[in-house]
């Protein structure tokens, strides 16, 4: 055994074979570099969220301090405090020592980065073994890794079915190579993932008996010529892990339903197939097959979305996986569930879903090449075919990877909840981290979706429980007042989340504000002390920010901008002069200033200037029954009447004519509400001339 393994090792390390796969390494390293950079930027500009990077950082930090089994808090009513009640995925178990080195979710988006990218490995010994040609392997690894569905997977947050890829394409290699104890240590890393990877890994083991189907026919029909290595090899071992995926999932679908038995993905209510008729993963294959008419409506729902997503999806490999059938057949399974779902991120880039397809897409890709090529050297053709294809190959991988990557390109076919592109960590983000670190290490603290991975690296952070499915007994209702009173802390950001900043508004009692800064809001329970941290939240507003109702732009040199608008004198009277700009400002108590101008001496009403607001709504929707268990849905709608919050009647007596005056208005909001200040009842017996209106805020509540 030890001098197996010192064989392995020194092969391992020996020059030889670091110089083989050197470009593949730097590859490697290059993407993950890339990659590791792009979604650690994402955490700290905002762009990562609860569900899930924050869910599985939490899962893991409580684990890491024993304080439950992958206990995390978002899913508390369904899932009892353990991602097992979600997912069966023990991967995250055996990743908790690299996560000890640095336990907080950067870790996990390098971790992520670097085993997608070391998926180009096995694709390069793969080819190489398949085709014949080191540059095949080179040329496929880099197809990977320019594959958009790829970047995709891990452009969005942290899933353990990330590792899904890399495992799988191990097993895949191995078991057409026929090193079988690989093939079943690829096999059984590939199940730690997540329990729907049984399924895919039960079929792919039958694929190899059919694939090695000759060899083993021949061997067992010749029962004095038996070959053992050869019945150990090619049918033994598939069958070992097809007895063993059967047994795997068993266990899972048991162990989710111990921890959470009200998941409906497993026990019925999941909504993702509405149209469709199912209610869980599990009863796909069976509507399918007994209502064939609702399965085509199911697939024409989104039709051109999900074409999309099936062109980019086999484009990105030049349709070579077409040439492959025993390969293509692997993509079934979850492009079944996907294309005949209603829930649109199953089609969509930019999330983990393509997980279940890439390594099937791409080794078949190479098994399709091989065909080809094998097809072609029996043929006298005028060109060089080899060269042709890799050519072509290239071209579609870098079309489709600039047509639809999340990184760089048009975009296209990515998922539209998510921002893509690079966007850097802004002044806001840096304000952001700045109020989250008044928060105490031991403190509880109730927050909104993509500020929670910030503060996942704790036992008793909180996130506004909006996506959570509720079991009989349970509602969103209690649910989020119960957590409101655990919470020393509620910290909501009214840029980047207006619902969440509405919702602890309008559920928080007995909270006031700890620290206030550019639209960010720290509140603390019980607290009755002055903010530790306030800093005005002002708006300038000018020509350039309002609506001209009626009048014109013109040029006025006693104007700060130089721009002003203007009502002239003898125009036909009208009652609007300016609005806008329906700009939403938290709770707090505001002075709005506004600088106008006169030309004409006169004792009439000039204009009346006001500031008024438009409430917000917040709707509810229930899904399900209290029996079966329910989803909410929100939504926030303006109200279809304004609230007139401060207003005044301007006089020809309030200015010097030709002489800039300001007024100034104060009010008070205690819910978050969109703003408009306006101009109306204008008169027309002289020039009126509005330069600018300053809102400052004086202190924020409660």
């Known amino acids: 055994m030890w001098r ?118 096995p694709l390069y010994k793969l080819a190489k073994h398949l085709l014949k040609v080191r540059f095949w392997g080179i040329l496929f690894s880099a197809i990977y890794l320019l594959n958009p569905m790829l970047q995709g ?52 083991s039958l ?57 409906p993905m497993v026990r019925g209510g999941a909504t993702q197939w509405s149209i469709l008729g199912a209610d869980g993963t599990l009863s796909v294959p069976l509507r399918l097959v007994m209502s064939p008419q609702r399965a085509f409506t199911a697939l024409l729902y989104d039709g051109h979305l999900k074409l999309t997503y099936v062109l980019i999806l086999f484009g990105s490999a030049a349709f070579l996986t077409f040439l492959s059938p025993t390969l293509l057949t692997l993509t079934l399974p979850w492009l079944m569930v996907a294309l005949l779902s209603d829930y649109t991120p199953f089609y969509h880039i930019g999330n983990q879903y393509p997980t279940f397809l890439v390594p099937f897409v791409m080794v078949g890709a190479i098994l399709g090449a091989k065909r ?64 989250v670190s008044l928060i105490p290490q031991n403190a509880s603290v109730i927050t909104q979706q993509n500020i929670f991975p910030l503060l996942s690296s704790r036992t008793n952070s909180f996130v506004f429980p909006i996506g959570s499915f509720y079991p009989p007994g349970s509602d969103f209702n ?34 006031a504000v700890y620290a206030f800064h550019d639209g960010v809001i720290l509140l603390k329970n019980n607290y009755s002390g002055t903010p530790k941290l306030f800093e005005s939240y002002n708006v300038s507003l000018n020509y350039g920010d309002l609506a001209l109702i009626s009048g014109e732009v013109a040029v006025d040199s006693d104007s700060n901008s130089q721009r002003v608008f203007l009502h002239r004198a003898h125009t036909e009277p009208v009652n609007d002069f300016w609005r806008g700009p329906n700009m939403y400002f938290s ?7 506004f600088r106008l101008k006169i030309t004409d001496y006169t004792f009439k009403r000039i204009a009346r200037i006001s500031v008024s607001g438009f409430p917000l709504r917040l709707n509810i929707i229930e899904s399900g029954t209290e029996a079966s268990g329910r989803r909410f849905y929100f939504s926030l709608t303006n109200a279809n009447y304004t609230i007139v919050y401060a207003s005044r009647k301007l006089y020809g007596s309030d200015f010097c004519p ?31 001339y509005l330069d600018w209106i300053r809102v400052t805020q004086q202190s924020a509540l409660p």
Request: charged share 15%; hydrophobic share 45%; aromatic share 18%.
């Open 587 to 593: 709770p707090g108590k505001y002075e709005a200033t």
């Open 4 to 121: 197996y393994l010192r064989e392995r090792l020194v092969k391992f390390l020996s020059l030889e074979e670091i110089k083989d796969a050197f470009p593949i390494y730097l590859m490697i390293l290059f993407y993950t570099i890339i990659f590791s950079f792009v979604t650690v930027t994402r955490f700290y500009s905002l762009e990562t969220y609860a569900y899930d990077l924050g869910n599985y950082n939490q899962a893991l930090y409580t684990t890491l301090r024993g304080y439950g089994l992958l206990y995390y808090t978002a899913d508390l009513p369904v899932t009892g405090g353990s991602m097992m009640g979600v997912h069966f995925s023990p991967i995250l178990l055996m990743i908790l020592p690299i996560y000890a080195l640095y336990p907080a979710a950067p870790t996990l988006l390098v971790l992520k980065s670097f085993v997608l990218a070391l998926g180009a490995l």
């Open 153 to 204: 997977i891990n452009w969005f947050d942290f899933h353990p079915e990330e590792f899904f890829p890399t495992f799988c394409l191990f097993s895949l290699y191995y078991g057409l190579k026929g090193d079988w104890l690989k093939y079943l240590f690829f096999s059984i890393l590939t199940l730690t993932t997540i329990e729907y990877s049984a399924i895919l890994v039960f079929v792919t």
């Open 372 to 435: 080809l090529l094998e097809y072609f050297s029996q043929k006298h053709v005028p060109i060089n075919i080899p060269k042709m294809l890799a050519s072509i190959l290239l071209i579609s991988s870098l079309f489709f990877s600039i047509l639809s990557s999340p990184l760089y390109g048009y975009h296209i076919g990515t998922w539209p909840d998510l921002t893509y592109g690079l966007e850097p960590v802004t002044e806001h983000d840096r304000i952001v981290m700045q109020v």
């Open 658 to 688: 030709n002489e800039y005056a300001e007024f100034s208005l104060k009010f008070s909001l205690n819910l978050p509400t969109a703003l408009e200040f306006s101009g109306t009842d204008v008169s027309n017996s002289t020039n009126i």
């Open 207 to 263: 694929l190899f008996l059919w694939i090695h189907r000759k060899r083993i026919k021949d061997s067992l029909r010749s029962w004095r010529g038996l070959d053992l290595q050869i019945i150990n090899g090619h049918l033994k071992y598939p069958l070992m892990i097809m007895i063993l995926s059967v047994v795997w999932f068993l266990v899972a679908l048991q162990v989710i339903s111990m921890f959470s038995p009200s998941n």
């Open 478 to 511: 209690s649910t989020l007042n119960q957590w409101l009173r655990q919470s020393d802390f509620v910290l909501v950001d009214l840029k980047t989340s207006l619902f969440e900043t509405y919702l602890a508004y309008a559920y928080m009692k007995n909270f």
